[in-house]
């Protein structure tokens, strides 16, 4: 970058909005975050829009809390979606090489050829991610950029969102007077800002614990192996405390962040928590190891689900780099422990990195995505690439192309 920008994220998940402005110019490696804000989110179900008008709120809520904190206005974002529309499907892409040395018009040219993967009819590319590429009988390249040979293939994933839900996310955010530089699906995002390189050479999957959904994000010598999205995630948790415990969701949610755990041994069988203190509208008395019992059920069910994308693939109990937790719902207490038990690998709490400045207000799995939305927009650098719901093929396997080129030395 030839001069000082602003780059900036919105994160629109099902509990909160989050906007992070950060600033970067010649001299920094990294970032330098100036602004955070945030909002509630209402108004959207699963990834997708049930009411702009609400949507278009909570976004002015959360980038005017940036805007102030950070003294900048924001113009452009980058934008997450997250949810079960979000979907992957391998691919593969073959070419002649045009002069026999690979340049990057061929790495683009078989990206482009990848994109011809069988996808639903509502379904738009939002990222082809070349896994491995092969030149004649040469398999297993990460990157074929000045080797030799007449025919280049690459083995991709192709993963896309549905076209109606995008529109709509992208219409909530123009009626907010914000454009959207590029929308770039959250999975990718959160795992870009709590994953190192050594994890991801060494095979690591990366577990984002939403409100509505769980990601599942596996690495391996330094490439995408597999994405998956869960369809469970906290607010499942939630609804199971208000209906085991007959609450309202209102005191089922306080009960969960200020009592609840996945250590259901740590809890004394007489232990009990009066509604009253919590809830206007509870008045009666439950058991803490019940709550934690109901808890622990449902992390349960989504780890065992996550363990079964691991074994679609192979790595079940097999990734040296371990699991690595983001997203509010990892912030459960016992969480670590429990998913250590169930997926019999290391497994770390990941925290955003790859930024400087505000360290302390984003140093929280909650923010995963927001920052890694920041760290794609950087690390791509394709601010020119302003497009709508109508993305430019050539243009985002240029900006794939581009990314290889940077690895050489």
């Not at 955070?36 to 699963?46: P, T």
């Not at 050829?113 to 990222?127: F, K, V």
């Not at 699991?323 to 509010?328: E, N, Q």
Request: hydrophobic letters at 40%; aromatic letters at 4%.
């Amino acid at each position: 970058m030839a001069r000082e920008q602003v780059v900036a994220s919105l994160d629109i998940g099902n509990s909160k909005v989050r906007c992070v402005i950060s600033v970067i110019s010649p001299d920094q490696k990294e970032p330098h975050v100036v602004g955070i804000g945030e909002a509630e989110s209402l108004g959207i179900r699963d990834g997708m829009v049930s009411s702009i008008e609400e949507v278009v709120s909570n976004i002015n809520t959360a980038v005017e809390n940036a805007e102030r904190m950070s003294g900048l206005a924001v113009h452009h974002v980058y934008l997450g979606t997250s949810g079960s529309h979000i979907e992957t499907t391998p691919s593969r892409g073959v070419i002649a090489v045009s002069h026999q040395e690979i340049s990057d018009a061929d790495i683009q040219r078989v990206i482009e050829a990848a994109q011809n993967a069988p996808i639903g009819r509502n379904a738009h590319i939002l990222r082809i991610i070349p896994r491995t590429f092969a030149i004649d009988d040469q398999s297993d390249i990460q990157n074929p950029l000045g080797m030799s040979g007449i025919r280049l293939e690459v083995d991709a994933h192709v993963i896309t969102g549905n076209v109606s839900i995008l529109k709509n996310l992208e219409k909530s955010a123009y009626q907010a007077s914000i454009d959207v530089n590029d929308i770039i699906p959250a999975p990718l995002a959160s795992a870009e800002a709590v994953l190192t390189r050594r994890q991801k050479e060494l095979g690591v999957v990366a577990i984002d614990i939403g409100s509505s959904s769980t990601s599942v994000t596996v690495y391996e010598e330094g490439s995408l192996v597999h994405t998956a999205i869960v369809p469970i995630g906290g607010a499942s948790v939630t609804k199971d405390i208000a209906i085991g415990l007959r609450t309202s969701i209102d005191a089922a949610e306080r009960l969960k962040i200020g009592y609840g755990t996945n250590i259901v041994n740590e809890v004394l069988e007489d232990e009990e928590i009066d509604l009253e203190k919590i809830s206007k509208i509870d008045s009666h008395i439950v058991s803490r190891k019940h709550l934690s019992e109901i808890i622990q059920a449902r992390y349960y069910e989504i780890l065992m689900l996550v363990k079964e994308e691991l074994k679609l693939v192979g790595r079940d109990g097999v990734l040296p780099g371990g699991a690595t937790l983001s997203g509010g719902g990892s912030k459960m207490a016992g969480t670590l422990e429990l998913s250590r038990e169930v997926l019999s690998i290391p497994v770390q709490v990941g925290y955003p990195q790859g930024v400087q400045g505000m360290v302390d207000q984003i140093n929280d799995p909650s923010y995963a995505t927001a920052v890694g939305l920041i760290l794609w927009g950087v690390h791509n650098d394709n601010k020119e690439l302003r497009s709508d719901v109508s993305f430019d093929f050539t243009a985002i396997a240029k900006m794939i192309g581009d990314f290889f080129k940077k690895l050489l030395p």
